[in-house]
């Protein structure tokens, strides 16, 4: 099954009810990451009246789309990981049932987070839900796979570090190139930058996340036929196709929430600060990316911005709702991992 094509995926889900409910979900799950978390990459340049608000959200949508595709094509180290992150082996009928648990926890949680308006990272909902589920499943702590957890481990860092690092960095480079230069005369550059670094980072987190639910929708397949592992398959381009097409339509729904807490609440930008934060951002995600590693673009784009924030002074952060995001980024592990294997312990009684 080294080559999937639309007709044989379809057929598949016809003939296996659980397939069918796995893919909805799945997408699903990816429609809500397009909503609440895409907003994040567009954040700074509506609030910094580069762009209005709509117009911003539709570029999200086209570069989300376009990043799922291109770099699919390009490396999918990431969807490895992720495929390959939590042990599903035994009874691949009870492993479906387990994977269906996952994806609805994700959803459940996703959507309570956005309720209060506080980004969260599907990323981390996902990795958390699934992790839940397959100890669930096996019964203890041998449903994960620790050489690709710890990829997670390092991107949980690496996405804090590298974001407020590169966002700290740049953000002094840009304000010493540009000491002397007239600040009207540079509003129209840096307006133009803003909407460069937000498309940017639209579509490095259509790149990152969209291979994360990839890499789902090619495990539900493969235990739907017998296979626990998905050793050798390729991401068909259709399956992107679909993906990218999924998460661009949640990102056109919008997400005025997330932009609000993440462009206004936590730190008050001047254009070249949100030049600076997009680029940082785009970035690191990029070499996150092309290594492997799954980050979260949540974390990678507020961290870029408390890292521009402190080049003013530290204080100029506000404190509270970083610490509202930072409890959501600790709560993600737990609180998700736990409602998927509460989820997973239902669905497979149930069987």
């Not at 910094?48 to 999918?76: D, H, Q, W």
């Not at 959507?111 to 203890?140: D, K, M, N």
Request: proline fraction near 2%; charge should be positive.
């Amino acid at each position: 099954m080294e080559s999937i094509t639309f007709l044989y995926f379809w057929e598949q889900m016809l003939a296996h009810p659980a397939l069918f409910i796995a893919v909805l979900l799945t997408l699903g799950v990816i429609f809500v990451n397009g909503w609440t978390d895409a907003p994040n990459a567009i954040a700074t340049c509506v609030t910094t009246r580069c762009m209005n608000v709509n117009l911003a959200i539709l570029m999200a949508a086209v570069c989300n789309f376009l990043g799922v595709i291109v770099m699919s094509l390009i490396n999918t180290k990431v969807a490895s990981t992720i495929r390959n992150m939590v042990n599903f082996e035994g009874d691949t009928k009870k492993a479906m049932v387990a994977l269906c648990a996952a994806m609805t926890a994700i959803v459940i949680w996703a959507v309570g987070s956005w309720y209060f308006g506080i980004p969260t990272s599907e990323s981390h909902a996902l990795i958390a839900g699934l992790s839940g589920a397959a100890i669930a499943l096996q019964g203890g702590m041998g449903g994960i796979n620790p050489a690709e957890w710890i990829k997670v481990i390092y991107g949980l860092f690496l996405s804090v570090a590298l974001g407020f690092g590169l966002g700290f960095v740049i953000c002094r480079w840009i304000t010493l190139i540009f000491w002397k230069a007239d600040r009207r005369k540079m509003d129209s550059f840096f307006t133009g930058g803003q909407i460069f670094g937000g498309a940017a980072m639209a579509f490095m987190h259509g790149a990152q996340d969209g291979q994360k639910f990839l890499g789902v929708m090619l495990l539900a397949l493969c235990l739907t036929n017998g296979m626990e592992q998905t050793g050798d398959v390729t991401l068909p381009v259709w399956m992107m196709l679909l993906c990218s097409v999924v998460m661009g339509v949640g990102t056109s729904i919008g997400g005025k929430k997330i932009i609000k807490s993440v462009g206004m609440d936590m730190v008050k930008l001047e254009k070249y600060q949100g030049f600076s934060a997009d680029l940082a951002a785009a970035v690191g995600i990029l070499l996150s990316t092309i290594s492997g590693i799954p980050v979260s673009t949540t974390h990678m784009k507020t961290t870029a911005i408390m890292g521009v924030g402190a080049t003013k002074r530290f204080s100029a952060i506000n404190y509270k709702v970083v610490k509202d995001m930072v409890l959501t980024w600790v709560l993600t592990f737990p609180g998700c991992g736990l409602i998927g294997y509460i989820m997973a312990k239902l669905f497979l009684l149930c069987m």
